[in-house]
């Protein structure tokens, strides 16, 4: 059985025939779509061009031409790829305003509900943003929970220095205003100094706000929400602990969080105009330096996750049993 593992770049350009885009697809896919149908809902819609296709999936309305989930998927997959003729297709960039806190209109609501297309889910579990931290106490709510709406108890062991990050593994943000809510078990332990701090590599940080005993947050579950200037497009965000908090420990309590600003819906298009070599060194079997162990685990900032799974890697082999999960290969 030969199995490939297939690359970044697309094999297609913005202006291949959305015909010839759909055919390609039954080399995967089978019987698993109806193509006829497919074609034909294409061509009802003045869907001609790879571009039109990406331009859907851009927009969040894919979902609309009930393409169903297998040629959905596929096609989400196939346009999340490098194009060679990449500089035809306008910049995907997306306004989030806010008006208060827990409104509908912040980053992870709006990445959690796909563009208020579909009910809510939590964007870790959609492996679209990874949460760490510092530490965590041994009753905390699991990291996840800063994204999330429901008010809970998450904080860090009190430990100088403490902090969350919040890593955007498919986006970039250049931020306007950002909210945190305090957690859930006492009005104090309230954060008090600590800074937003911004980044693309996860190795070098710039503050984005600096916050100096600020007592904007004193009651349990309360909200606070603060403007921010900010030139820069980042992917990586760190609420940084810099002094003791509101009960002068170093818990650091947060049950939320949300951003609002500029999106830039393909973080792959920053990096491909910025392109960075990185070096995969060997040092023995089924070491962690190699280059799928580095996407699994969005470059060791996360658990590791099989990136077939995640959508990050496609493979596909000549013919196995329906018993043999071949995305295995990648784990």
């Not at 571009?51 to 009930?66: H, I």
């Not at 999330?148 to 306007?176: A, C, D, F």
């Not at 609002?260 to 973080?267: N, P």
């Not at 190699?290 to 995640?310: Q, T």
Request: with cysteine; aromatic share 10%.
């Amino acid at each position: 059985m030969s199995t490939d593992v297939f690359s970044l770049e697309s094999p297609f350009t913005n202006h291949t025939p959305s015909s010839v885009f759909l055919r390609a697809s039954t080399v995967q896919l089978g019987k698993a779509i109806n193509l006829d149908a497919a074609l034909s809902i294409f061509d009802e819609n003045w869907v001609e061009t790879v571009l039109d296709v990406r331009l859907l999936v851009q927009e969040n309305e894919l979902c609309s031409l009930s393409l169903g989930p297998n040629l959905e998927g596929w096609i989400k997959l196939q346009c999340s790829k490098r194009f060679s003729d990449e500089a035809q297709l306008p910049p995907a960039i997306v306004d989030l305003v806010f008006q208060s806190n827990m409104d509908l209109n912040g980053l992870f609501y709006h990445l959690g509900t796909s563009g208020g297309s579909k009910a809510w889910e939590n964007p870790v579990d959609l492996d679209l943003v990874a949460v760490t931290s510092s530490s965590l106490m041994n009753d905390s709510a699991p990291l996840k929970a800063i994204l999330g709406r429901e008010l809970l108890r998450l904080v860090t062991k009190p430990i100088e220095n403490s902090w969350i990050k919040i890593s955007l593994l498919t986006h970039q943000i250049k931020l306007n205003r950002y909210s945190i809510r305090h957690y859930s078990s006492w009005d104090t332990e309230a954060l008090r100094s600590w800074s937003l701090e911004g980044s693309n590599d996860g190795r070098k940080w710039e503050i984005i706000r600096e916050h100096n005993n600020d007592r904007s947050l004193d009651k349990k579950g309360g909200w606070a929400s603060w403007p921010i200037s900010c030139e820069a497009y980042y992917s990586q965000f760190r609420i940084w602990q810099t002094g003791p908090n509101s009960n002068k420990h170093h818990y650091l309590a947060a049950s939320g969080a949300e951003f609002y600003g500029s999106l830039l819906e393909r973080v792959q298009q920053s990096v491909a105009n910025d392109a960075q070599t990185q070096i995969f060194r060997y040092s023995f079997d089924f070491d962690k330096n190699g280059i799928l162990y580095s996407i699994g685990s969005d470059g060791k900032s996360r658990d590791w996750k099989n990136p077939a799974k995640s959508r990050l890697v496609e493979v596909r082999s000549s013919g196995s049993s329906s018993k043999i999960d071949v995305t295995a290969i990648v784990g």
